[in-house]
């Protein structure tokens, strides 16, 4: 993590992070499904090695993560996530993300990256499932990603360091961005085609590629796949293909469910996008 200041001096944020894990045990003790999925999200958190318990040796120089769980009904797969708040100040007024820089931009802009997609008639959307716990966090700063939790009110409360890029802190974006970028960098040679599009059509966690034929995207497919593959920690949603008959009727269905899911990134510019969308 890029830091402003040296976070030594951050101050106490235990009683902080324990005031609030009491707090969350009032409604987890009122809702067993909560207390449910809230475990569950936890116990897989440990289970891929993102998390791992601790002892307290260090006394200063750490900080402590209050968490919460923000659930959604309507998803149909993850209804419950835990959101650890980087931004919770202790002691001393000062929280983890404030002493971080964000790194800046390390890809295309989203607007670019869409123009382009609808370039040729087949088209290729993927994923990075779970982007943000596939980078490691340096050992040394895992320290400033603590959190406390145990399983049930009679159980001590336990510690536990955060081992990857938790999504919530400021430099996270840059970190996850840039670290796709170095990947493509380093395998470029033995994969041209997916380091090309991991380095001009990726926009976060999300590939947007089109070709004027089938066996391009198919081979892009592999060749995303086979370059995860020489990570730790591969990634594996590499996962809709979509063809159209026609130019049109692939844009169109296409764009229409790209559009429904960046409005919020690009804004206004999705306006133009629907217009020519239409115009085809």
């Given at each position: 993590m890029p830091f402003k200041k040296d976070p030594n001096c951050l101050g106490q944020s235990k009683d902080i992070a324990l005031k609030k894990l009491n707090s969350l045990w009032n409604r987890l003790k009122r809702e067993p499904n909560y207390l449910k999925l809230y475990r569950d999200f936890l116990k897989e958190y440990k289970e891929l090695g993102h998390m791992q318990e601790v002892d307290e040796k260090e006394k200063s120089g750490m900080y402590f993560i209050p968490h919460l769980g923000v659930y959604r009904s309507?998803?149909?797969?993850?209804?419950?996530?835990?959101?650890?708040?980087?931004?919770?100040?202790?002691?001393n007024g000062y929280s983890l993300n404030p002493l971080q820089y964000n790194g800046g931009v390390a890809q295309n802009d989203i607007f670019s990256i869409m123009v382009r997609f609808r370039k040729h008639i087949f088209a290729f959307i993927a994923d990075v499932q779970k982007m943000y716990r596939m980078i490691w966090i340096n050992p040394d700063q895992r320290k400033l990603q603590r959190i406390l939790w145990?399983?049930?009110?009679?159980?001590?409360?336990?510690?536990?360091?955060?081992?990857?890029?938790?999504y919530v802190t400021t430099s996270a974006p840059f970190l996850v961005t840039?670290?796709?970028?170095?990947?493509a960098l380093d395998e470029a040679e033995n994969?041209?085609?997916?380091?090309?599009?991991v380095m001009s059509d990726m926009y976060i966690d999300d590939v947007h590629w089109c070709a004027k034929i089938k066996d391009e995207v198919e081979k892009l497919a592999y060749q995303l796949n086979e370059e995860a593959e020489r990570t730790e920690r591969p990634h594996r949603r590499l996962s809709k293909v979509m063809y159209g008959s026609t130019y049109a009727d692939n844009q169109a269905d296409v764009m229409g469910e790209c559009l429904s899911s960046i409005k919020h990134v690009v804004g206004v510019r999705s306006v133009f996008l629907e217009k020519r969308l239409h115009a085809v």
């Open positions: 309507d998803k149909k797969t993850s209804k419950l996530r835990v959101v650890f708040n980087a931004s919770s100040a202790n002691t145990r399983e049930n009110m009679d159980e001590p409360i336990k510690t536990f360091e955060l081992s990857t890029v938790t840039r670290t796709l970028k170095q990947l994969f041209p085609l997916g380091s090309s599009v």
